[in-house]
């Protein structure tokens, strides 16, 4: 998949935005690196942009630094409608070293401070995965919207294709990966906003 993709094109301040995050708290990269269960190298490359973390890795440094993906992107605002016309939605990209398989993570809900939904298309290259598992508060759904994936939640491996639709609490280990020779599609929506 390309990366220069209008709709996938990646956010390109994420390092950037954990540094900063990073500097506010007054922590040390070799603080911030072991709060976060990851290597000095991998934390220094993410902030220069030099890597892409899984989305395990993404959400062990954003809970080190007691915050999230969506409110470091927060937006202002947060009154009337909000829309994000194709093509000009933000997105993450996560987990592209050494071309390794990436899965794009593209907004479709704000970052206004407050909000209570999450929602995201997550798109992952053939073999793609989420780096292990993840659990953090909520619940999430999901629906496949094409492709095939492995979802596995608290050790129960649940095969998905196109149409199916699942629902679990955020609390239970979770992890998935794309199954499908070709890309697949998932719509996730989580409560209260963890990514």
Known sequence: MANDDPDLSP??????????????????????????????????KVENEQASPSLKTLHQITAALDTSIVRLFAEAGGEGVSLYRSGERPSVMVRRKNGQPAIFIERLSPTYPGTMLDANIHTLEPGADSGGDI?????????????????CVNG?????????????SSELPHRYRNTFDGTTRILWVNTPPTF
């Open 135 to 151: 659990r953090h508060e909520g619940e999430e759904i999901g629906y496949v919207l094409e492709g095939a994936a492995e979802l």
């Open 11 to 44: 956010i390109r301040d994420l390092g950037a935005r954990l540094r900063a995050e990073r500097l506010k708290k007054g922590l040390t990269l070799k603080s911030l690196a072991e709060a976060a269960g990851c290597s000095l190298s991998m934390l220094s």
């Open 156 to 168: 129960e491996v649940i095969p998905l294709v196109q149409g199916d639709s699942f629902y679990f």
